[in-house]
T-cell receptor
Framework: DVKVTQSSRYLVKRTGEKVFLECVQD?????MFWYRQDPGLGLRLIYF???????EKGDIPEGYSVSREKKERFSLILESASTNQTSMYLC????????????FGDGTRLSIL | QKEVEQNSGPLSVPEGAIASLNCTYS??????FFWYRQYSGKSPELIMS????GDKEDGRFTAQLNKASQYVSLLIRDSQPSDSATYLC???????????FGTGTKLQVIP
């Protein structure tokens, strides 16, 4: 089974802090994704990566950055956390060929105070 | 126009009945279609994948795809209270470059 592990299940940070969310997958997947999910808005893609050291902006990249130094690890960085970034953050991974499905981690519920 | 549309629900069905969840998509060249189940406060879990027209069955679940009409559906037979969740439809468009999720349909199975 695919295992996508997010470093924290719950996280509380203060406005202005730099926040790191970590994601590790164990299935040698090429593709990795970061989403946020808010009530009524569904899943929104923040950033994705098709390969090591490669990144692409999703639909809502403002205020975020990412890092992918190793194939199995994809980090999301909130440069200066703001209250409107309080959300559920979901990491996912997938194989690169043939329209394969994404597999999600358990999510990190982030609260910015 | 939303790229992937689902009725938000809630869809209420009695225990033991068939639940029918529907999804329409706008990209006629879409190639891959998925259904995810998401319990409240949890992450989405893949339950079905379908790539060609017709039906695909897996236990109590049947996915149906009609590319000409641009819809995909999920049938849940013998619905159980444990099936109560939000079901997300996901579609991968031409060139396999992007996956688009619907906003989900909330299903309530009444004991």
């Amino acid at each position: 089974d695919v295992k996508v592990t997010q470093s924290s299940r719950y996280l509380v940070k203060r406005t202005g802090e730099k926040v790191f969310l970590e994601c590790v997958q164990d299935m040698d997947h090429e593709n990795m994704f970061w989403y946020r999910q808010d009530p009524g808005l569904g899943l929104r893609l923040i950033y994705f990566s098709y390969d090591v050291k490669m990144k692409e902006k999703g639909d809502i990249p403002e205020g975020y950055s990412v890092s992918r130094e190793k194939k199995e690890r994809f980090s999301l960085i909130l440069e200066s956390a703001s209250t409107n970034q309080t959300s559920m953050y979901l990491c996912a991974s997938s194989l690169s060929f043939g329209g394969q499905p994404q597999h999600f981690g358990d999510g990190t519920r982030l609260s910015i105070l | 126009q939303k790229e992937v549309e689902q009725n938000s629900g809630p869809l209420s069905v009695p225990e033991g009945a068939i639940a029918s969840l529907n999804c329409t998509y706008s990209d006629r060249g879409s190639q891959s279609f998925f259904w995810y189940r998401q319990y409240s406060g949890k992450s989405p879990e893949l339950i079905m994948s379908i790539y060609s027209n017709g039906d695909k069955e897996d236990g109590r679940f049947t996915a149906q795809l009609n590319k000409a009409s641009q819809y995909v559906s999920l049938l849940i037979r013998d619905s159980q209270p444990s099936d109560s969740a939000t079901y997300l439809c996901a579609v991968i468009g031409q060139g396999y470059q992007k996956v688009t999720f619907g906003t989900g349909t909330k299903l309530q199975v009444i004991p």
